[in-house]
């Protein structure tokens, strides 16, 4: 069988990634089986002959075997897409329930505008008012404070956080409604 599955290897490459998946057991069997229909023999050494005569012999056995090659791939490309599915509808709940939670979904935005707010009013009163003498290090130690939040609260709802939770969303709202639902 070893020597079977080298020999349509060495015609069609492709099946190589299909052989070494475990889940592709009966593919072995296939190949064999294709070998064996395209040249009329079981024998590795009279089929090499009869390909090495008849170039179309040759060609129609190394589309045979890239279909079923090609059968075998959409077969594991279909597991996988089940398992995320699986993966994905086992996810749902806690997403579900994390969407439920109204009195989170404030806390960012609330503190986001009180750090933007207060930024902007000591920014505001540091540049239209009068400091007291010996104030100027404590209000330029607040505003370097401040810009540094109001930097984090920029970057969180227009950097990596904001596309986290959009690509959160979509993938939630992509998902796939389990089987007996509508």
């Known amino acids: 069988m070893a020597d079977a599955l080298s020999f349509a290897l060495s015609l069609a490459p492709e099946l190589a990634q299909v052989l070494a998946d475990p889940a592709n057991d009966a593919i072995a069997e296939q190949v064999k089986k294709a070998i064996q229909t395209v040249t009329g023999t079981t024998e590795l050494a009279a ?3 009869v390909l090495s005569r008849d170039p179309q012999t040759a060609i129609a056995l190394r589309a045979r075997l890239a ?3 090609a059968a075998a791939e ?3 490309r279909q597991r996988e897409h089940q398992e995320l599915v ?3 509808s086992a996810s749902a709940p806690a997403a579900s329930t994390a969407q439920r939670r109204t009195g989170d ?3 960012a935005p609330v503190v986001s505008i009180v750090v933007l707010a207060t930024f902007a009013c000591v920014m505001w009163a540091a540049m239209t008012r009068a400091l007291p003498a010996g104030s100027e290090t404590m209000v330029n130690l607040l505003l370097g404070t ?3 939040m109001a930097t984090s609260v920029v970057a ?3 950097g990596s956080s904001a596309g986290s939770a959009a690509k ?3 993938l939630f709202r992509a998902r796939p409604s389990p089987p007996g639902t509508s």
Do not use: F, N, R, S
């Open 156 to 158: 969180y709802w227009v």
């Open 47 to 49: 089929a090499e002959q």
């Open 146 to 148: 401040l810009a540094a």
């Open 168 to 170: 959160t969303d979509l």
């Open 67 to 69: 279909q079923i090659a």
């Open 74 to 76: 959409q077969a594991m």
């Open 105 to 107: 979904q404030w806390g």
């Open 86 to 88: 699986t993966l994905l």
